[in-house]
Every structure is written in structure tokens, then in C-alpha cells.
């Protein structure tokens, strides 16, 4: 069993729900409609590899996850004004540093905002001019490329690279095996999320962990932990592909 650094989680359900106004699907922007993936909450930047999603819907509906849990809601447009409604969200308890940023994210959408969008940036604003949350298009980033990374091993001779094909729950996933002396990395992207993960001391096969990952291969299998979903996640089982 994986042990992470979360508490025990619960099914339980936060009932928060309550009336309010559906804004009608064609009077959403459509440069507001997507997901967006938040870069600053209150000054305070964000926790490096916990990603706290807000999804904007064309039919007046939000939702996402806040970095332990899913949430839903409405909201309501007035201007350049958004106002959202109560959330609905489960009730599952993480490490308290992700429930703290989490807390953080809800609080700051319970505000009425000022909304701009600024080159695939979203920024929500008090109505004194103050930004509470900066956020940035996952469309936009996943259509921007990438950067090339290189890097000098002190005392490693040789670099040996092995790319291996799995099955993970329906999704083919390429998982590139990096070693260059005493340094052994795995790279790979699954459901849209890019993973660097180095490897760490195991007691059976071979483990990697990188942010809120851990990546561990026995045999022809490999299993994928986040370990924000508490010691109970059964991961997702990766199976090798001929």
C-alpha cells in the first residue's frame, strides 16, 4: 500500500447548493469558456505540481478540481462582473498544505470579481482593483510547445535511454527510462500532465517520484500513485505493450 503524506479521506459530500442564477449560454464570453489553471491565489503563488483547475462552462455552470477536490457550481455575469455561486464538493481531506490552498481557492470565488483576459491569461480582480487570483489557459498552454532541457552528470560516462509502451486504463502511455550513472529518471505524459520523476530507494522493482507522483514498475507492469488521493489510491495500472 502506498504511503503517502495525506490524511484519510471520506465520500462524504459538502452540501452547499442553493438557487442562483444560470447565466444563459450565449451571454458567456466565449474567450471566459475553458479550463484554467491557477498560477496565484492571494499573492501567495501556488504549490508547484498541484494543479487547481477552474472550468468555466458556455451554459453558466463552473467547476474543476481545487488541488484535493472536485467541485461544481453556477454562476452569474453582469459586465465585466462574475459572481459565483455556492459549491458543491466532496469532502475528501489531503496533506494540509493542499487543503490550505484549496480553502484559499474557495474562499476567493466566494468574492464578487472583475474578470480579464489578457494573452490566455486570466486575472479576477476585487472591485478596488486588488488581484485575488491569477490563471492561465490550459488550451493555450498545451498549444504553446515546450522548452528543451539539458543536463551535465557529473561522473556518468554514458547516457542509456530505454522507451517502453504501456496501457493505462485505455490511454497509451511512452514512458522514457533515463540513466546516466547515479542518476535514474522516467518521463512520460498521462491525461494531459507531463511527469519528470527520479528514482528512489524501493524495496521490490523499481520506484520513481516526481511532485505528487510516484511511478513504480514490477515486472511488465507499472502502477501510477498520486499521492494526494490519500494511502488508499489503488493507482492506475499500466500494462506493457509489445
Do not use: H
Not at 452547499?16 to 469558456?33: W, Y
Not at 455575469?77 to 462574475?82: A, E, F, H, K, Q
Not at 533515463?178 to 491525461?191: Q, R
Amino acid at each position: 500500500m502506498l504511503k503517502a503524506l495525506t490524511a484519510a479521506s471520506c465520500a462524504c459530500v459538502l452540501i452547499e447548493l442553493a438557487s442562483t442564477e444560470i447565466v444563459a449560454a450565449e451571454k458567456v464570453p466565449e474567450e471566459l469558456v475553458g479550463s484554467w489553471l491557477a498560477e496565484d491565489i492571494g499573492g501567495g503563488g501556488v504549490i508547484d505540481d498541484l494543479q487547481t483547475v477552474l472550468e468555466i462552462r458556455e451554459d453558466g455552470t463552473y467547476g474543476g478540481m481545487a488541488g484535493c477536490n472536485n467541485f461544481t457550481g453556477a454562476f452569474s455575469l453582469t459586465g465585466t462582473t462574475i459572481t459565483f455561486g455556492p459549491t458543491a464538493a466532496a469532502r475528501k481531506m489531503c496533506a494540509p498544505a493542499i487543503m490550505d490552498q484549496e480553502q484559499k481557492f474557495f474562499s476567493t470565488l466566494r468574492e464578487g470579481l472583475t474578470w480579464k483576459i489578457d494573452g490566455g491569461r486570466l486575472t479576477l480582480t476585487r472591485p478596488d482593483g486588488t488581484p485575488v487570483m491569477l490563471l492561465t489557459s490550459m488550451e493555450a498552454t498545451a498549444e504553446s510547445g515546450g522548452v528543451d532541457l539539458t543536463l551535465r552528470i557529473p561522473g556518468a560516462g554514458t547516457v542509456d535511454r530505454q522507451t517502453v509502451r504501456y496501457s493505462c486504463g485505455g490511454e497509451t502511455v511512452e514512458a522514457e527510462y533515463i540513466n546516466a550513472g547515479a542518476v535514474s529518471l522516467v518521463t512520460f505524459s498521462i491525461g494531459g500532465t507531463y511527469i519528470v520523476a527520479s528514482g528512489i530507494i524501493s524495496g521490490s522493482g523499481a520506484r520513481y517520484a516526481g511532485g505528487r507522483y510516484v511511478w513504480w514498475t514490477e515486472g511488465e507492469e507499472a502502477t501510477l500513485f498520486d499521492v494526494t488521493k490519500g494511502e488508499e489510491d489503488p493507482g492506475v495500472v499500466c500494462e506493457k505493450m509489445e
